[in-house]
Protein backbone atom coordinates (compact mmCIF):
# COMPACT_ATOMS: atom_id res chain seq x y z
CA UNK A 1 0.00 0.00 0.00
CA UNK A 2 1.24 3.55 -0.53
CA UNK A 3 0.97 5.92 2.25
CA UNK A 4 3.25 8.72 0.24
CA UNK A 5 1.89 9.34 -3.59
CA UNK A 6 -1.87 10.73 -4.34
CA UNK A 7 -2.87 10.95 -0.88
CA UNK A 8 -5.41 9.04 -1.99
CA UNK A 9 -7.54 10.01 -4.66
CA UNK A 10 -9.27 7.54 -5.87
CA UNK A 11 -9.62 5.22 -2.58
CA UNK A 12 -12.48 4.50 -0.86
CA UNK A 13 -13.24 5.86 2.56
CA UNK A 14 -12.73 2.80 4.43
CA UNK A 15 -9.68 1.83 2.47
CA UNK A 16 -8.41 5.23 3.65
CA UNK A 17 -9.28 5.00 6.92
CA UNK A 18 -7.45 1.80 7.34
CA UNK A 19 -3.95 3.15 5.60
CA UNK A 20 -3.86 6.52 7.77
CA UNK A 21 -4.68 3.94 10.58
CA UNK A 22 -1.82 1.31 9.54
CA UNK A 23 0.41 4.31 8.86
CA UNK A 24 -0.15 5.30 12.54
CA UNK A 25 0.68 2.30 14.26
CA UNK A 26 3.35 1.18 12.21
CA UNK A 27 5.30 4.61 13.67
CA UNK A 28 3.74 4.53 17.10
CA UNK A 29 2.77 0.48 17.97
CA UNK A 30 5.25 -0.17 20.71
CA UNK A 31 6.34 3.35 21.24
CA UNK A 32 3.88 5.22 22.69
CA UNK A 33 -0.12 6.61 22.65
CA UNK A 34 -0.68 8.24 19.60
CA UNK A 35 -3.63 10.66 17.68
CA UNK A 36 -4.37 10.33 14.17
CA UNK A 37 -7.21 11.84 12.23
CA UNK A 38 -7.55 10.06 9.54
CA UNK A 39 -9.08 10.41 6.28
CA UNK A 40 -11.59 8.38 5.46
CA UNK A 41 -13.53 8.90 8.91
CA UNK A 42 -16.70 8.68 6.43
CA UNK A 43 -16.51 4.92 6.40
CA UNK A 44 -17.84 5.23 9.60
CA UNK A 45 -19.93 7.95 10.21
CA UNK A 46 -22.52 9.63 7.90
CA UNK A 47 -22.52 12.80 5.49
CA UNK A 48 -24.39 14.88 8.55
CA UNK A 49 -22.35 14.85 11.06
CA UNK A 50 -24.35 11.84 12.64
CA UNK A 51 -23.84 8.04 12.36
CA UNK A 52 -25.17 5.52 10.51
CA UNK A 53 -27.56 3.02 11.34
CA UNK A 54 -25.67 0.11 12.67
CA UNK A 55 -26.67 -3.55 11.21
CA UNK A 56 -29.29 -5.94 12.38
CA UNK A 57 -29.03 -9.20 13.73
CA UNK A 58 -28.10 -10.86 16.44
CA UNK A 59 -24.98 -9.05 17.28
CA UNK A 60 -26.15 -5.66 16.40
CA UNK A 61 -24.28 -2.44 15.99
CA UNK A 62 -25.22 0.29 18.15
CA UNK A 63 -27.94 2.90 16.68
CA UNK A 64 -25.97 5.16 14.49
CA UNK A 65 -22.72 3.17 13.81
CA UNK A 66 -22.05 2.22 10.24
CA UNK A 67 -22.02 -1.45 9.43
CA UNK A 68 -18.59 -2.80 8.04
CA UNK A 69 -16.63 -2.70 10.92
CA UNK A 70 -15.81 -6.57 10.11
CA UNK A 71 -14.26 -4.98 6.65
CA UNK A 72 -12.06 -2.22 8.77
CA UNK A 73 -11.37 -4.72 11.06
CA UNK A 74 -10.19 -7.38 8.47
CA UNK A 75 -8.52 -4.77 6.44
CA UNK A 76 -6.08 -3.09 9.14
CA UNK A 77 -5.21 -6.73 10.83
CA UNK A 78 -4.29 -7.71 7.46
CA UNK A 79 -2.41 -4.82 6.89
CA UNK A 80 -0.74 -5.12 10.41
CA UNK A 81 -0.16 -8.84 10.61
CA UNK A 82 -2.32 -9.21 13.75
CA UNK A 83 -5.99 -10.01 14.74
CA UNK A 84 -8.27 -6.94 14.98
CA UNK A 85 -11.22 -7.24 17.31
CA UNK A 86 -13.74 -4.42 17.69
CA UNK A 87 -15.86 -3.72 20.31
CA UNK A 88 -19.20 -0.35 21.20
CA UNK A 89 -17.99 1.27 24.37
CA UNK A 90 -21.21 3.88 24.95
CA UNK A 91 -20.15 6.88 28.30
CA UNK A 92 -23.41 8.29 29.37
CA UNK A 93 -22.90 12.39 30.10
CA UNK A 94 -21.02 12.70 33.13
CA UNK A 95 -19.39 9.27 33.29
CA UNK A 96 -15.98 8.63 34.30
CA UNK A 97 -14.36 5.10 33.21
CA UNK A 98 -11.02 5.04 34.90
CA UNK A 99 -8.95 2.57 35.79
CA UNK A 100 -8.27 1.22 33.12
CA UNK A 101 -4.90 -0.40 31.65
CA UNK A 102 -4.57 -1.20 27.81
CA UNK A 103 -4.82 -5.12 28.11
CA UNK A 104 -3.36 -5.60 24.43
CA UNK A 105 -2.56 -2.60 21.81
CA UNK A 106 -6.26 -0.26 21.40
CA UNK A 107 -7.75 2.56 19.19
CA UNK A 108 -10.51 4.28 20.64
CA UNK A 109 -12.44 6.32 17.42
CA UNK A 110 -15.68 8.16 18.77
CA UNK A 111 -18.41 8.04 16.33
CA UNK A 112 -21.02 10.05 18.18
CA UNK A 113 -20.00 12.70 20.80
CA UNK A 114 -16.75 13.56 22.41
CA UNK A 115 -14.89 12.88 25.62
CA UNK A 116 -12.04 13.75 27.49
CA UNK A 117 -8.94 11.07 27.49
CA UNK A 118 -6.22 10.54 29.86
CA UNK A 119 -3.03 8.35 29.16
CA UNK A 120 -0.68 7.48 32.19
CA UNK A 121 3.34 6.57 32.36
CA UNK A 122 3.42 2.57 32.78
CA UNK A 123 4.12 1.92 36.22
CA UNK A 124 7.99 0.92 36.33
CA UNK A 125 8.57 -2.62 35.06
CA UNK A 126 5.33 -2.93 33.67
CA UNK A 127 5.95 -1.89 29.89
CA UNK A 128 8.72 0.88 28.33
CA UNK A 129 8.37 3.99 29.69
CA UNK A 130 6.66 6.08 26.89
CA UNK A 131 5.73 9.19 29.27
CA UNK A 132 6.93 11.15 32.09
CA UNK A 133 4.02 12.34 32.95
CA UNK A 134 0.33 11.90 32.45
CA UNK A 135 -1.21 13.06 28.60
CA UNK A 136 -4.28 14.68 28.76
CA UNK A 137 -6.61 15.41 25.53
CA UNK A 138 -10.54 15.85 24.01
CA UNK A 139 -11.29 13.33 21.85
CA UNK A 140 -13.78 14.54 18.98
CA UNK A 141 -15.54 12.53 16.63
CA UNK A 142 -12.85 12.35 13.59
CA UNK A 143 -9.85 11.45 15.50
CA UNK A 144 -8.76 8.11 16.97
CA UNK A 145 -5.98 7.66 20.08
CA UNK A 146 -3.70 4.76 20.48
CA UNK A 147 -3.11 3.43 23.48
CA UNK A 148 -0.16 0.51 23.44
CA UNK A 149 -0.51 -2.22 25.71
CA UNK A 150 0.52 -1.53 29.57
CA UNK A 151 -0.33 1.85 29.80
CA UNK A 152 -3.02 3.01 31.95
CA UNK A 153 -5.69 5.13 30.32
CA UNK A 154 -9.24 6.98 31.46
CA UNK A 155 -12.07 8.50 29.32
CA UNK A 156 -14.13 11.05 30.70
CA UNK A 157 -15.97 14.39 30.81
CA UNK A 158 -18.56 13.14 27.95
CA UNK A 159 -20.48 16.16 28.28
CA UNK A 160 -23.11 14.35 26.34
CA UNK A 161 -23.67 10.55 25.32
CA UNK A 162 -20.60 9.01 23.61
CA UNK A 163 -20.24 6.24 21.74
CA UNK A 164 -16.64 5.02 20.68
CA UNK A 165 -15.45 2.43 18.34
CA UNK A 166 -13.29 0.36 20.14
CA UNK A 167 -10.47 -1.79 18.20
CA UNK A 168 -8.33 -4.25 20.04
CA UNK A 169 -4.90 -5.24 18.34
CA UNK A 170 -3.77 -8.83 19.04
CA UNK A 171 -1.03 -10.39 18.28
CA UNK A 172 -1.35 -13.09 15.46
CA UNK A 173 -2.02 -16.69 16.31
CA UNK A 174 0.07 -18.65 13.59
Known sequence: ???????????A????????????????????????????????????????RGREGPRREPDGVAAGTAKLTSSL???LGCRVGSSYLTLPTGTRNAGNTA????????????CGGRVEPAPPGRARAVLDRPLELRLRVGEALYVPY??????????????????????PVW
Request: one cysteine or more.
Open 77 to 79: GEL
Open 150 to 171: GLGYELNQAHAPCTLLVLALHP
Open 1 to 11: MDYEGDRGKGK
Open 103 to 114: ATDLVFLPVRGS
Open 13 to 52: GLELLVRDLALCLSVHRDRGPAMVWPDGVDAVLSGDGGVR
